[in-house]
């Protein structure tokens, strides 16, 4: 399906963003071809982060109407939107309602500006929702990027648990780390000592303080 292109802020000009773009806003943030003009107490409400850069001079004039904005450099305007259309919705008597993309585009925005709440709640929903071996291995590979260890884990586990055949393909995607705990640790893992309340075996701990080691020199980032 072709994208219309006034609705794709990566390429072109910057212009103002089709939805977002709010006259009554008080701050006009760039990110790629985006101008995203916005009522700057949503956002601080639930990031310091962003907070505090709200507070800073908007030094950049955008191309339109003469306005300062602030660029923000590596976001994606993706993340933004699905960000922005939680606080700025067409009907608010209705719950709120994500795609399983939409929420994996939101979470490197929340864990970047430290939205604790939205990253929580976010991570709860996409742990639910992630069903496919395809969807884990995203969920591996960008708690990854994000430096979330307890998350990477969490969705490691999950993939051994399923006990997919795994390709070469998914070992590359995945990358060594994750595919070396799929199939030495957690797959081979004493079903028993997998359980709660059961003590971990000679075999099982000695693979978990492999592992441990590896993490704590971050080569689980490979």
């Known amino acids: 399906m072709e994208v219309d292109i006034s609705l794709d802020y990566s390429p072109g000009e910057v212009r103002n963003h089709h939805r977002f773009y709010v006259t009554t806003g008080g701050v006009v943030i760039e990110i790629e071809k985006a101008l995203f003009k916005i009522h700057r107490h ?3 409400q639930y990031s310091p982060t962003l907070e505090g850069l709200f507070q800073l001079p908007q030094e950049k004039e955008s191309p339109r109407m003469g306005e300062q904005s602030i660029s923000i450099k590596g976001d994606s305007y993706r993340g933004w939107e699905v960000l922005l259309g939680l606080f700025y919705r ?3 008597l209705e719950p709120a309602s994500t795609s399983w993309y939409d929420a994996m585009m ?3 925005v929340a864990h970047k500006y430290c939205m604790e709440a939205i990253e929580t709640s976010i991570l709860e929903w996409i742990n639910k929702a992630s069903k496919s071996k395809a ?3 995203e969920l591996i590979n960008v708690t990854k990027a994000l430096n ?3 998350s990477f884990e969490k969705a490691v586990k999950e993939l051994a648990d399923a006990r997919w055949e795994l390709t070469f393909e998914d070992a590359q995607e995945m990358g060594l780390f994750a595919f070396y705990m799929v199939t030495r640790i957690y797959s081979n893992c004493c079903l028993e000592c997998r359980k709660p309340s059961r003590s971990v075996c000679f075999q099982c701990r000695k693979a978990m303080r492999s592992v441990a080691r590896l993490r704590d020199n971050n080569s689980w980032r490979i």
């Open 42 to 44: 949503f956002l601080a």
């Open 90 to 92: 067409d009907n608010h």
């Open 106 to 108: 939101l979470l490197p």
């Open 135 to 137: 969807q884990i291995i």
């Open 148 to 150: 979330m260890y307890d």
